[in-house]
């Protein structure tokens, strides 16, 4: 096969979207092709430091932010959305550009749904089909499946990072609705650039992954120096903030911190922790089940997707989890100690190949694409 180049997109919201991309990246960059990557923010930071052969663009993407007030929190959101659809569109015709730039023969979005070209086979990675809303304007989840379906017409498959039927990992965010049955889905199974942990918990007592936007981030990071100073054994927090010049160790009340770290290490501290400690974000729980360890997930107040992602894992028997208003770190330590007696299922991951074929053949038919050479 000839070398082909890929231009890959991934949304700047926390580092999941980024550190799911990583294992796929990787694997075209080892079949010879060609990788531009295109993101923005800490997400953009991340993957520079991870494929520093690879051209690396800053495009912006559409600057969700959070109130830190809860009941903020939905006019805050409702009100950003005519921005957010502007740049939908901006981003598209940048999309455009860059493509004919860099002479791309695939287009790989993360969730942008702007990023695709009217031109070239173009490839959507999403796990939420039907968006989980803030219980006020739950009723209108309806217009999140149309969005999903009318974007849909522009990508020619959509990859679902997860399995298509349970046990999952994602519960109703990619198995509910008509949607779930759109004739573009592939539930492409688990991503993550972690692997299963061949040692036990060792060396690590305590885990602490921050990550997540602001200003809930620092909010977490507080709320767990404070509580967790006096847990005894090793502890390692890592404060996902890779744009950090400064990429050594401090240390605070009995705390190794790091800004960031690559995640080969990442990978190491995983494996060598008793306990993982952090957001129930979709690529944390990704690589929680690729590792196969112990956590306690602490969903975003108000984000609602991580708030019914923790919920399911539970209710599931996946990973323990809680809310973070209700935090009391060492009774957690103990009501996780007893969940964690049962067994939990165990997930396959990286079906890379699968995704890659699916990729590169010609044969998957793009009735826009046909279309536009009738």
């Known amino acids: 096969m000839h070398s082909k180049t890929f231009l890959y997109f991934v949304l700047d919201w926390g580092l999941g979207h980024a550190t799911r991309s990583i294992a796929l990246i990787r694997a075209i960059l080892d079949q010879g092709h060609r990788v531009v990557i295109v993101s923005t923010g800490r997400s953009l930071s991340l993957l520079r430091r991870e494929f520093t052969g690879c051209t690396c663009i800053d495009l912006p993407d559409y600057h969700i932010r959070y109130s830190r007030y809860r009941p903020f929190l939905v006019p805050h959101l409702i009100a950003q959305v005519p921005g957010i659809l502007i740049r939908i569109h901006r981003e598209q015709r940048r999309t455009e550009k860059l493509a004919s730039r860099y002479g791309a023969d695939y287009i790989v979005s993360d969730n942008r749904y702007g990023c695709f070209s009217k031109n070239l086979p173009s490839f959507l990675m999403t796990h939420q089909l039907r968006f989980h809303l803030p219980r006020q304007?739950?009723?209108?989840?309806?217009?999140?499946?149309?969005?999903?379906?009318?974007?849909?017409?522009?990508?020619?498959?959509?990859?679902?990072?997860?399995?298509?039927?349970?046990?999952?990992?994602?519960?109703?965010?990619?198995?509910?609705?008509?949607?779930?049955?759109?004739?573009?889905?592939?539930?492409?199974?688990?991503?993550?650039?972690?692997?299963?942990?061949k040692t036990g918990g060792e060396g690590i007592g305590f885990l602490f992954i921050?990550?997540?936007?602001?200003?809930?981030?620092?909010?977490?990071?507080?709320?767990?120096?404070?509580?967790?100073?006096?847990?005894?054994?090793?502890?390692v927090m890592v404060l996902g903030k890779p744009e950090s010049d400064h990429s050594g160790i401090s240390r605070e009340r009995g705390f190794e911190i790091y800004?960031?770290?690559?995640?080969?290490?990442?990978?190491?501290?995983i494996c060598r922790a008793q306990y993982i400690i952090g957001r129930s974000g979709y690529s944390t729980i990704m690589d929680l089940a690729a590792s196969g360890k112990k956590a306690i997930l602490l969903p975003t107040p108000g984000q609602?997707?991580?708030?019914?992602?923790?919920?399911?894992?539970?209710?599931?028997?996946?990973?323990f989890s809680l809310e973070q208003k209700n935090l009391d770190l060492k009774k957690a330590l103990k009501e996780a100690d007893a969940f964690y007696m049962k067994s939990r299922p165990v997930f396959g991951c990286n079906r890379l190949d699968d995704i890659l074929s699916r990729i590169t053949d010609g044969k998957a038919g793009d009735p826009r694409l046909k279309r536009k050479n009738r």
């Open 210 to 235: 921050v990550s997540g936007p602001e200003p809930q981030r620092t909010h977490l990071e507080e709320l767990l120096l404070d509580q967790a100073a006096d847990l005894p054994g090793r502890k």
């Open 137 to 197: 304007i739950a009723w209108s989840a309806w217009m999140s499946e149309w969005f999903n379906r009318f974007q849909f017409r522009h990508y020619r498959k959509v990859f679902i990072p997860d399995e298509a039927a349970a046990p999952n990992l994602s519960g109703e965010l990619s198995h509910r609705g008509r949607i779930a049955g759109n004739r573009k889905l592939f539930y492409a199974g688990p991503l993550s650039s972690l692997k299963a942990c």
């Open 259 to 269: 800004p960031h770290v690559t995640r080969s290490r990442m990978a190491a501290f």
């Open 304 to 319: 609602t997707e991580q708030e019914y992602l923790a919920r399911h894992v539970r209710e599931s028997g996946l990973f």
